[in-house]
């Protein structure tokens, strides 16, 4: 939408309508004085609630004109758009930012921002309420037209939302070597079709081909590009508390896991193999044991839970791994899909994202500690919590706990063999 330099240009000249929208930035100092965070988060939510649009950062609109954006002060415009969509929206979006050059009206290149909004399959509330877009303007949304839309969006989204093509990204995003493990060994079909057939590409409305969900995190190694949230963000702490606000905990290990998921499975592992003590036991009849403060095997299942079901709708979150002394913590964005609670979950499986555990299901173990227990990362028959919460007891003594937080991610606590509980 309005990706050329021509077509920005064109419609700049004809100003704004549904589909733009554009903005003079100013500063005071250092600091961005307009637009606000608030106004930028109904412009670009009511986009989202509508058709879709472009916002263009650098153009007086009265004029339509080009007044660019200091270079140097491109980073904290760009920060300003990213709290807007995360923190004033709800639910977040994460739109494509674009940073680019228009000239003048004396042919001067200047930098500008450009903000691409896709139609999304939710809708969103703003500062403003909720808002869509009508002309050049936004308004709000009557109550009987929000009911209504609020329903339409819930019916797209009978289509899993992993099945959902990422319209930035294109075919060619998608690393061979990882989607086509995944194929068979021979087939007639176009590269188009075998991946449809696999969910990993699907069709917009245009009839464009583009990589789904699902097919940018099991077939690319950058899907962060265009899922900003799809990676573990893993940190080691000293000690056994969280600090109050202001003060700083000693980090020992910090990393964020990138890549395919299968590959951030293992990867996060590792993490904790790495960081986690090693306790030494000796035997009443001699010798010793060396005890590790986590079981891998349910350290495992638990990362490959967090990422396989979580929310990737909810843009901007990522899955969290805290490491304490005494517990390790794993934040999974998202509620728990359909009727499951906490205390369901140890007998009942739901899938939120069917073709991601799908594929999972199809990834062999490279990791040789893990191997003897089964041939592939998914378990179709929905164990995987029983082991999480049976094999950490017997190795610390201590039930894992899940718990919801905020109402919008699920918590695991797992706690370390050699610590004292209460």
Request: proline fraction near 5%; aromatic fraction near 6%.
């Amino acid at each position: 939408m309005l990706a050329t330099r021509s077509e920005l240009l064109e419609k700049i000249r004809l100003g704004e309508d549904s589909f733009l929208e554009l903005k003079e930035v100013k500063f005071a100092g250092g600091k961005v004085r307009g637009p606000t965070q608030d106004g930028l988060a109904d412009e670009l939510a009511a986009f989202a609630n509508s058709a879709g649009g472009v916002l263009l950062l650098g153009v007086e609109d009265r004029h339509r004109e080009v007044v660019g954006i200091e270079v140097d002060r491109l980073d904290a415009v760009e920060t300003l758009l990213r709290q807007a969509c995360e923190d004033a929206i709800k639910p977040p979006l994460a739109p494509t930012i674009e940073r680019l050059t228009l000239p003048d009206i004396s042919g001067v290149e200047q930098a500008v921002i450009r903000v691409e909004v896709m139609r999304s399959l939710f809708v969103h509330q703003s500062p403003g309420g909720y808002l869509q877009r009508v002309g050049s303007s936004k308004r709000p949304v009557p109550p009987d037209q929000l009911a209504r839309l609020f329903q339409q969006r819930s019916q797209s989204r009978l289509i899993r939302f992993d099945e959902t093509p990422v319209i930035r990204a294109t075919l060619a995003d998608l690393d061979e070597d990882l989607w086509r493990r995944f194929a068979p060994v021979r087939s007639s079909d176009t590269t188009e079709i075998l991946l449809s057939k696999l969910a990993m590409a699907a069709r917009d409305e245009q009839g464009n081909w583009h990589p789904t969900v699902a097919g940018l995190l099991m077939g690319s190694r950058a899907a962060q590009q265009f899922l900003p949230g799809a990676f573990i963000q893993a940190v080691a702490y000293q000690g056994t508390d969280v600090l109050p606000t202001g003060e700083s905990m000693y980090q020992r290990d910090a990393q964020d896991i990138v890549g395919s998921l299968d590959r951030q499975i293992f990867d996060a592992c590792a993490f904790v193999r790495k960081n986690m003590k090693m306790a030494a036991y000796k035997h009443t009849q001699g010798g010793r044991e060396d005890r590790p403060q986590f079981d891998m095997l349910a350290v495992f299942e638990a990362v490959t839970n967090a990422v396989a079901h979580r929310d990737y709708s909810m843009a901007g979150t990522k899955v969290r791994l805290r490491l304490f002394d005494d517990r390790l913590e794993l934040f999974s964005p998202g509620m728990l899909p359909n009727t499951m609670t906490t205390e369901s979950l140890p007998f009942r499986q739901a899938a939120r994202n069917e073709v991601l555990t799908s594929l999972l299901a199809r990834c062999p173990i490279d990791d040789d500690t893990l191997a003897n227990h089964r041939q592939h990362i998914m378990d179709k028959r929905g164990e995987g919590v029983f082991i999480i919460l049976e094999m950490s007891k017997r190795l610390s003594g201590k039930r894992p706990e899940y718990c919801l937080c905020d109402d919008s991610e699920l918590k695991l606590t797992i706690y370390a063999a050699g610590v004292e509980q209460e």
